[in-house]
């Protein structure tokens, strides 16, 4: 499938993210250090949006970059979808993105 606009890039503010729907289907789009990320909304633990959640970069040079779904804490690695911690132990997908001008795409 081709990419397809979700959003501005203003509206995805440094440290935040953005829950936007395609075709029914819900995705998180979150702003790192000013680098953008996509994953299935929905935590693999409990059906919570991690959009809400909060993000947190760690690491030397806060190169690395997780979620923290709202509902339970569980983590998750905004560059492979990897669960990092209970309760999840199931990843969710990852999306690639793209910026063209000042259009976000995502490649769903």
Partial sequence: MPFVKVASV???LP?????????GEYFALFN?????????DTCSHD???LAEGEVVSHGPGLHE???ECPRHGARFDLKTGRALCLPAVAP???YA???EGNSILLNV
């Avoid at 440290?15 to 075709?23: A, C, S």
């Avoid at 790192?32 to 299935?40: D, E, I, K, S, T």
């Fill in 10 to 12: 203003a509206d995805v």
């Fill in 15 to 23: 440290g935040e993210g953005l829950r936007v729907e395609i075709d």
């Fill in 32 to 40: 790192v250090n000013g680098q953008l990320h996509a994953l299935a």
């Fill in 47 to 49: 059906e919570a949006s």
């Fill in 65 to 67: 970059a997780v979620v």
């Fill in 92 to 94: 969710v997908r990852r």
């Fill in 97 to 99: 993105v793209k910026v």
